[in-house]
């Protein structure tokens, strides 16, 4: 991802099988948007099916010279970096999970599956020069809750969803990826001669722990639960979490990550929110978690809705955010609404608030050409001329999930679920760092390789500093 400039959570726990929260919680007392209704659950489910249709007028991965499973990119050839497909892909998922309409799972399917690279690790050689751990972690993440919701399996000769999750993961749990800066973490990037190596965020990291704390539930399997443990305690050890649960963006290697970018996203908070409740999940409701959720629950709400509606404090009052950015309030509304099926003692908190913000949502998707388009500012009332792939995303996540009430839990290899997996995936994956550690002697070397990079890419990463 490229948002950041490295230069500048009730009383009854919900068991690990699936389980039907009461609807009437989110349908109830809806208003009408001029564009989408959402007063009942046909009604949303037309909502949400138009929206479908709408985002997916941004993906042309189908058409005859175009690259399946990605939107158009990288800048300045598109908006949109390799990563936002795979979370479009993992919005699909969901909306195909709450609203069973298999329009789409057809294309899903295909795109996730051209993008994994010869390794099947979603780490395809033309997108190295731009590579994060976060990239590579959408697409692992999207592969994980297609195993978790039962999406389709791929044909069997096909790389499965599970095993693609646990490719990501063991491909960042190597210990090529992990060093002693800072006391351990993910950097963001994952080549060495990228720009932003040395740096270390919390949306890496945050990625890795989710996909740690899933893996651990749905394979009932203590590895991944210990690192998802050590990598929640190392991200707070570093003051990338404060006391009060501000998530920061990250910090340098060269300072021993004490120069903080105190810039704050919302699908950092997601990210974390979510691995928190299958971690409180997997222990059968242990208090640490319980705890942990809702001090980071209440901070979300705190940092990240106005006035009960979602809004991205860095960026959105001077709209200064990027396409990134502008895609964040979905993860926000996917992640938080899932969180109510593993850690169902925060429904009551949730679930109105959720409401409350699609409703806010909805409303102001009135932008032409046919009276429905969405905007950004969800808070303002009014269509705001923002549109593309992630402002539609958004409002999809947040409408179709509002039938959370209809859909089973994610489930687990225990209870259901039928993904094939692999514990070596990942094994034969390149590793990028074995030039590690530079000599003097290399430096000139790596010096022009980086040149070559950058200039051949120029533009094409888009560097931000926070907008207030």
């Not at 629950?297 to 809705?305: H, P, S």
């Not at 979905?330 to 850690?343: D, E, I, K, P, S």
Request: net charge negative.
């Amino acid at each position: 991802m490229s948002h950041m400039s490295p230069f500048s959570v009730d009383a009854i726990m919900a068991p690990r099988f699936s389980r039907v929260l009461p609807a009437v919680l989110l349908v109830g007392d809806l208003v009408s948007g001029q564009g989408y209704s959402i007063n009942s659950d046909n009604d949303i489910m037309s909502a949400a099916k138009s929206l479908a249709d709408n985002v997916l007028t941004y993906y042309h991965g189908t058409e005859p010279g175009q690259t399946p499973g990605i939107l158009p990119g990288p800048p300045p050839a598109g908006d949109y970096y390799w990563w936002e497909g795979g979370a479009l892909w993992g919005t699909l998922i969901d909306y195909w999970h709450y609203t069973g309409d298999k329009s789409y799972n057809d294309i899903i399917t295909q795109s996730m599956l051209f993008q994994v690279g010869p390794n099947k690790d979603y780490m395809p050689p033309n997108v190295t020069a731009s590579l994060g751990n976060d990239d590579q972690a959408f697409w692992g993440m999207s592969a994980m809750l297609a195993a978790e919701v039962n999406f389709p399996d791929p044909p069997s000769d096909q790389p499965q969803w599970l095993s693609l999750a646990q490719a990501v993961f063991n491909t960042q749990a190597n210990p090529d990826r992990h060093d002693d800066t800072c006391g351990g973490g993910l950097r963001w990037q994952i080549p060495f001669a990228n720009n932003g190596y040395d740096y270390k965020n919390s949306i890496a990291n945050g990625c890795f722990f989710n996909l740690g704390a899933r893996l651990a539930r749905y394979l009932n399997n203590q590895t991944y639960a210990d690192w998802a443990d050590k990598t929640w305690d190392w991200v707070q050890s570093v003051g990338l979490m404060s006391s009060d649960y501000r998530i920061y963006d990250g910090a340098h290697v060269e300072t021993n990550c004490t120069d903080i970018n105190k810039a704050q996203f919302s699908y950092n908070n997601a990210v974390y929110l979510l691995g928190a409740a299958y971690m409180y999940n997997y222990t059968d409701g242990d208090s640490k978690w319980e705890d942990r959720i809702n001090g980071l629950l209440d901070a979300t709400i705190r940092d990240f809705f106005k006035n009960n509606v979602a809004y991205e404090i860095s960026c959105e009052q001077k709209m200064t955010c990027t396409a990134d950015m502008l895609s964040y309030k979905g993860y926000l509304h996917r992640w938080m609404m899932t969180m109510t099926q593993v850690a169902p003692f925060t429904s009551a908190k949730v679930l109105p608030l959720l409401k409350e913000s699609a409703t806010a949502a909805v409303k102001q998707c009135t932008g032409p050409p046919d009276g429905k388009t969405c905007g950004f500012q969800w808070s303002s009332g009014t269509f705001d001329d923002s549109v593309g792939a992630g402002q539609t995303m958004n409002v999809l996540a947040a409408v179709s999930s509002l039938l959370v009430g209809r859909a089973a839990a994610p489930v687990t290899n225990d209870t259901g679920g039928t993904s094939v997996g692999d514990f070596n995936a990942g094994s034969g994956s390149q590793n990028f760092n074995t030039l590690k550690p530079i000599t003097t002697g290399d430096r000139a070397g790596a010096g022009i390789l980086t040149a070559l990079v950058l200039g051949s890419a120029l533009g094409t990463f888009t560097w931000m500093s926070t907008g207030e």
